[in-house]
Each structure stands twice: as C-alpha cells, then as structure tokens.
C-alpha cells in the first residue's frame, strides 16, 4: 500500500519558521512529482509548492521568498520549509504524490492526511 504521512505541523507567532515533512512509503518505482497545497478553515484547497522528480520547483505567488521545497530522493521525502509566517497562512498543509509508479506498473496520485499549521499571536 502506497501511503503519504505528513509532519511538522504547529503552533507559532508571526514570524517564526516551521519546517513540514511528507514521506512515501510502499511499494514505488517513481513519482514524477511531489508538491505541497494547504486549505484554510472555511476556503477551498489552494495550491502552495511542487518539486519535480528532476528537481525543478514552483511556487505560489503567496509564499515565493518565504516557502522552500526541497526533497531526498533516498528516503522519498519532501520538505517544506516555512519561514516568515504569517497569520494567513493558518491552514492545514496537504501532501500530494502525483503520477506515483507502483511496483505493479499502476500509476496513482496520493494524497496525505494533512497537517495543521497555526499561526497566531
């Protein structure tokens, strides 16, 4: 079973840095990429980072300069790194596998249970 789990998520002040983790785990061949989208209480899932398996990276306009994705291709895990948080970004943070290669040659996109990350004074 191929399965994404989320991490890092909290409690902070305006300002401050989080760093969330989202690691695969199954039975995987490849994943074509790996991206990060947030949803905030009462609004639709919105779209953050994505990371391609080349390593090519895109942002949202919303945290380009403050937002980092990065990955380790040997323990198939994404990073996002968060730094000068605001309270807009209170959301919770959803992990996404897209085009994700099994071992049976089946491709599936993945989602991660989610995160949640508070920003508040």
């Known amino acids: 079973q191929v399965q994404l789990v989320e991490s890092g998520g909290g409690l902070l002040q305006p300002g401050g840095s989080l760093r969330l983790s989202c690691a695969a785990s199954?039975?995987?061949?490849?994943?074509?990429?790996m991206g990060w989208y947030r949803q905030a209480p009462g609004k639709q899932r919105d779209w953050v980072a994505t990371?391609?398996?080349?390593?090519?990276?895109n942002y949202a306009d919303s945290v380009k300069g403050r937002f980092t994705i990065s990955k380790d291709n040997t323990k198939k895990t994404v990073y996002l790194q968060m730094n000068s948080l605001k309270p807009e970004d209170t959301a919770v943070y959803y992990c996404?596998?897209?085009?994700?290669?099994?071992?049976?040659?089946?491709?599936?996109?993945?989602w991660g249970q989610g995160t949640l990350v508070t920003v508040s004074s």
């Open positions: 990371i391609t398996s080349g390593g090519s990276t």
């Open positions: 199954g039975s995987i061949r490849s994943i074509d990429a």
């Open positions: 996404n596998a897209e085009r994700v290669l099994t071992e049976n040659y089946r491709y599936l996109d993945i």
